[in-house]
């Protein structure tokens, strides 16, 4: 692990690290990993709009969420 150039931050501290949370980044990078290319990561707009829960492939798994 690369040594931090600022003196005011420990190498020792744990610190938050950003989740990527664009879907083609994440299903490029778990179709890497081995997961099946016919599973992938998908923007949900709205939980109880017919029209935009009609985007998403289905039948639909498991529920990932980010919020900043």
């Given at each position: 692990m690369a040594a931090f150039s600022?003196?005011?931050v420990?190498?020792?501290r744990k610190t938050f690290?950003?989740?990527e949370?664009?879907?083609e980044v994440m299903s490029h990078l778990v179709h890497?990993?081995?997961i099946s290319p016919k599973l992938g990561f998908y923007d949900v707009y709205s939980?109880?709009?017919p029209e935009l829960l009609?985007?998403?492939p289905a039948p639909?798994?498991?529920f990932f969420s980010s919020a900043p």
């Open positions: 600022n003196p005011e420990s190498s020792t690290v950003p989740l949370n664009n879907p890497q990993l081995g939980i109880d709009d009609a985007l998403i639909p798994t498991p």
